[in-house]
């Protein structure tokens, strides 16, 4: 059944972390008499792993920054280019500010910027009921005490010159794209949005140059072939001093501006 090293690799690993066992008992003691309770855990692992779903899905939990964060199917599973968004976001923003974290889902990106940083006050929004009750779970696993999830559709129930920053990881990913293929285990209002992925993150820029007090700053991640229409978009809707971080991969992945009503 083991038969990719792949998953021999996830499987040592879920030994570990979930049902505590050393190297000595996995390499060495190979005898060991399993209790029925993770005899069940296994076998649940084990299928899981052929129907595809993702370690951090299995295991419960996703390292993110410095953090380790509840996750399950509710929510997206946190991707390494949106901790690059988060470091630039703590090392450009010193004094105390106050943020929204807008579509947080499991909140990594809000409880992040709030550990790091105890003067902010970082809000979390969301739509789904399902993603909040997550954000909520690490809230509380973390103890952050600077960080709110609050339920909203998008920015609309903020009034006007409320954020100094507003931060965003949207649904960016264009209906049919083949990419989605590979994560059917995820949520999809999450991932997907209508026009070639940019529904969620127009609205988003829009709303934020009102939602935002002027001089504030807007940060969004999106795809790898929107930065160009993204600055565009930015620009219709007041912001300038516009630029781009790039990913992992050197791709500019990530979009920074600043309103100037
Ligand atoms: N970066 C994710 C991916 O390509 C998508 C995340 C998103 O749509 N916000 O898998």
């Known amino acids: 059944m083991l038969d990719s090293l792949a998953i021999k690799k996830d499987f040592i690993f879920f030994l570990k972390e979930k049902l505590g066992f050393n190297d000595n008992e996995i390499y ?33 939990s ?26 630039y976001i703590n ?8 943020v929204l974290d807008a579509g947080t889902g499991s909140g990594c990106i809000g409880i992040s910027i709030a550990l790091k940083n105890p ?48 931060v965003s990881n949207p ?30 993150i127009k609205k988003i820029i829009k709303q934020s140059s009102k939602v935002l007090k002027n001089g504030g700053t807007l940060v969004i991640e999106h795809g790898h072939d929107q930065s160009e229409v993204v600055k565009e978009i930015f620009e219709k809707n007041y912001f300038s001093k516009i630029i781009n971080i790039k990913d992992l991969q050197l791709i500019p992945r990530i979009t920074i501006g600043t309103l100037e009503r």
């Open 28 to 60: 060495i003691n190979q005898n060991i008499v399993l209790k029925n309770k993770d005899k069940t855990l296994i076998e649940k692992f084990l299928k899981q792993k052929e129907e595809g779903v993702p370690l951090d899905y299995i295991l419960n």
């Open 62 to 87: 996703s390292k993110f920054y410095e953090y380790d964060f509840y996750v399950d199917s509710r929510v997206l599973i946190p991707r390494p280019e949106t901790e690059i968004l988060v470091d």
């Open 91 to 98: 090392n450009h923003f010193l004094s105390p500010i106050k």
């Open 119 to 166: 003067n902010f006050k970082v809000y979390g929004s969301d739509y789904s009921k399902d993603a909040l009750d997550v954000a909520f779970i690490n809230k509380k696993n973390l103890l952050v005490k600077n960080f709110l999830p609050i339920r909203a559709n998008w920015l609309s129930c903020f009034s006007e010159d409320c954020f100094d920053l507003i």
């Open 171 to 200: 649904p960016y990913i264009s209906e049919g794209d083949s990419h989605l293929d590979e994560l059917i285990h995820e949520p999809n209002i999450a991932l997907v949005s209508k026009d070639s992925g940019l529904f969620h």
